[in-house]
């Protein structure tokens, strides 16, 4: 063993005696199984063995949160013979490669070794070539694009260096820029680098209102319409995030829903179903889209016809097929919190959720045609397209059938007929 390197088991046995032994290994929160297919997108401390046995970075557990063990990897992990032997190997001149400077510029001021920089530049290397096979076969087969040369196939040294700092620091149950720079945020402490501290890491930015009378995320349309108060975005927890599976996200800039180039994450009302997806664009632009497609499909699933009743050369018929297919619309055309939430907006779709049987007859019983009670509005609808509307008979007969032991109710077959002849003036949220 070369004199300048680690022994880690025995610096391990040397501290333990040292060390307070009580404090518990680290446990993941949400990770589980180190089989699981997350772990190869991690962070690790350089080792040349791959497999189960390799160590987490864990930038961002406070070091009272490690066994002692951990914390002498912390320490001294960067120095053993395997991470300077990698370190030694490491090539700055290939594609997805830091220059040697970049290393040593990143490595001193996230105050880590150097080989703890280049091990995990390896790491994230071949992750941009798993990345960029995605992206290639998402365009052959989702996109149905041919192929075209991209015009930067790879990130310089410079961009590497960026990735490089958030990759080091979405640690194993967290995301949180302690070292960020950029958009106007300043590092957490000059004396912390990579490694959190003692403290318990803290939100530091929030997304603030934007303010503008027409912005939708400040103003979310037909609020006082909904039966609950619920925004589109909470500004109050926008700090911090905690997805389904347990993972926690920080903002770790200042924003406001006019901020473009953006990282966002939406859950669905009913808590079981997340969404992340970035956009050059706002937060408002991409929630209006959002909006679009999630209502045209809700609505499609409830009336059985498509919303835009376009020509054959419909342009936004490849983006909505392309819509229909995407996992976070199907969620929300079958989760029934989303449709409450959509319901709450959109009351005139009522008639189109069936009742069980016992309650329509009910209804009918109680609801039995009068001349003198009757809506003069529904029955001058009735009376126009009854006879002479092919187009509302033919909507209606799209209209799935409720499932069995289900029914609508007189009262919803005339608003469904009310509303398909005002279909064409109607608008949804
Ligand atoms: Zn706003
Ligand atoms: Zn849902």
Known sequence: MDFNTIDLTRAEQATSLLINNEQQE????????????????????????????????????PVNRLAPHQINRRQYGAYTFDALMLMNKYNYSDEFSLSEQDANELASRLQVGKSIITFNAQQLRSICHTLLVFHESFRRYVLCKSDVALKEPTLNSKQMAIALEFYLQIDVDLFYMKTCSFRGAEPRSKIE??????????????????????????????????????????????????????????????????????????????GHYDYIDSTAKTLADVMAHHREHGNRIIHEKLTGSPLFRGSQIDPDERENEMANQMRLYQHSARCAGALRSFLDCNPMYWCFIPLPWDEAVTENAANRPKPSTTDPNLDAVIATTAVDNRRVANYLDNVLLPPTSYTFSFRQLKQQRLFFDRFATSSIH
């Open 26 to 61: 680290y446990q993941s929160r949400t990770l589980l199984d180190k089989n699981n297919g997350r772990y190869a997108y991690l962070p690790i401390f350089p080792t040349e063995y791959v497999g189960p046995n390799e160590c987490l970075v864990l930038a961002n557990v």
């Open 193 to 270: 680098g990579l490694f959190c501290g003692r403290d318990e890491l803290q939100a530091r930015y929030t997304l603030t209102p934007c303010g503008n009378l027409f912005c939708l995320c400040c103003h979310p349309l037909n609020s006082h319409k909904k039966t609950q108060k619920w925004s589109v975005v909470d500004f109050n927890s926008s700090s911090m995030h905690r997805f389904v599976n347990g993972y926690t996200t920080y903002l770790n800039c200042p924003a406001t829903c006019t901020t473009s180039n953006i990282i966002y994450a939406m859950t669905c009302p009913c």
